[in-house]
């Protein structure tokens, strides 16, 4: 009797131990997400916050046309690697509106754009998370004193 009893307690202390084990294999639910890819972050919908000249100084304010109109359009970049732009309230002439296919390049340090007609434009990436996205675009031959360089284009979640 006494060793059936001495069974017992080692039979539960056994099941006791398993339980513990099983349960410290269970995967921690405060382990870290996975950080989503360049690709993942880039799929939003942006509106432009500022563009700044070679010497960073923000031109974004300016009563240029190009730029005005730019400032209400709605650039949509989806998981399917297409895109659209959408006009604002302020269209610019000739039209920004379009869709085509974009795709990161050279690395992931530049993005193509593919317009359904024309030719593509390729930007450099300089900094993308969940909120914002910076790039850039060298501008030249324009024939405008001081207006060619490289620019930095710096769009916020719409």
Known sequence: MKNN?????HIWLLLLFSAFA?????????????PP????LLSNKWKVVDVKDASGTSIIGLPVPQ????????????TDDTYT?????????????????WSLTNND??????????????FDLIDINTTTLK????????????????????????
């Open 67 to 78: 730029i005005v109109c730019l400032k209400d359009n709605i650039f949509t970049l989806r």
């Open 109 to 122: 340090s530049k993005i193509q754009f593919t317009p359904t007609t024309g030719d593509p434009l390729t």
């Open 22 to 34: 099983f349960a410290s294999c269970k995967k921690d639910k405060n382990e870290e997400p996975v």
């Open 5 to 9: 009893m001495l069974l017992r307690n």
């Open 85 to 101: 732009i959408d006009e604002g309230a302020t269209a610019c002439d000739p039209s920004t509106a379009g869709s085509g296919i």
């Open 37 to 40: 890819t360049k690709k993942e």
């Open 135 to 158: 790039i850039a675009y060298a501008i030249t031959g324009t024939g405008i004193p001081g207006a060619d360089g490289t620019y930095t284009i710096i769009l916020g979640k719409a």
